[in-house]
């Protein structure tokens, strides 16, 4: 009962217009995390595990598997955050930083990907932010129109507990695709272990 009237409001939120871009189509709404706490995801965050539906994406992971470091950084008043990931080019540890903007919808946030000349809408579906993050991410590509879902398992260290794999899993088969393909990154690059591990890496 509870639950249903839940679900109520999160729909009406998610129908509101996004407060970047106008031009955004309201795509259909994914229940977020519940009180969301920006401060609280910011920070540091390793990417564990990632499924597409892109072939393109998949083989990209699976040709390169590694734990990828992230950051992610909000300048208070600013409606928007940075997220700054750490990757191996050519044996040189390279920063990318890409600005996602917030929207009306807590723990939803709205970029365009100039690469793929993509909108992209994200969705922070489950965090207890001090353990893991998932992540849920549709991107448009213009001017095909053509839909990609991306779900990614974030932890605050290069490891993660079993259950929350099963509930990551849970989440992936929910969007329609299988467990089978999830690309759990084991490795760590050059890039990971140059920077500060808070924990230590379980073999
Ligand atoms: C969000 O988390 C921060 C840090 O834990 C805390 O200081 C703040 O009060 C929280 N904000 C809300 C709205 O709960
Ligand atoms: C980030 O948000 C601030 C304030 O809301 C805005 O002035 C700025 O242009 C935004 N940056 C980007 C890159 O969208
Ligand atoms: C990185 O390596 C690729 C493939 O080996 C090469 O095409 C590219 O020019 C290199 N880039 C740099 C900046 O060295
Ligand atoms: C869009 O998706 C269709 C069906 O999967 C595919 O045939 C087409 O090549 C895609 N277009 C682009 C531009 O990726």
């Known amino acids: 009962m509870h639950k249903a009237v839940t679900l109520v409001s999160v729909l009406v939120l998610g129908w509101s217009w996004t407060l970047q871009g106008d031009n955004v189509?309201?795509?259909?709404?994914?229940?977020?995390?519940?009180?969301?706490n920006l401060s609280r995801m910011m920070g540091k965050w390793y990417e564990l595990a990632v499924v597409s539906t892109s072939p393109h994406y998949m083989e990209r992971k699976r040709e390169n598997p590694v734990i990828a470091a992230t950051e992610l950084q909000h300048v208070a008043s600013e409606n928007n955050f940075t997220k700054t990931d750490s990757i191996?080019?050519?044996?040189?540890?390279?920063?990318?930083?890409?600005?996602?903007?917030?929207t009306n919808t807590p723990g939803r946030f709205f970029h365009h990907e100039t690469r793929l000349s993509a909108d992209v809408d994200s969705f922070l579906v489950?965090?207890?932010?001090?353990?893991?993050?998932?992540?849920?991410?549709?991107?448009?590509?213009?001017?095909?129109?053509?839909?990609?879902?991306?779900?990614?398992l974030y932890s605050r260290t290069m490891d993660v507990r079993p259950a929350v794999l099963d509930d990551f899993k849970t989440l992936v088969k929910h969007h329609g695709m299988s467990d089978d393909a999830i690309i759990i990154q084991k490795n760590k690059d050059d890039c990971v272990s140059g920077e500060q591990v808070t924990k230590p890496i379980t073999t």
């Open 88 to 102: 191996l080019r050519n044996g040189t540890c390279t920063q990318m930083s890409k600005v996602i903007g917030l």
């Open 126 to 152: 489950d965090s207890n932010y001090d353990e893991y993050a998932m992540m849920l991410q549709l991107s448009t590509e213009k001017p095909s129109g053509n839909l990609t879902t991306v779900v990614t």
């Open 25 to 36: 189509l309201p795509t259909p709404l994914y229940p977020t995390q519940e009180n969301f």
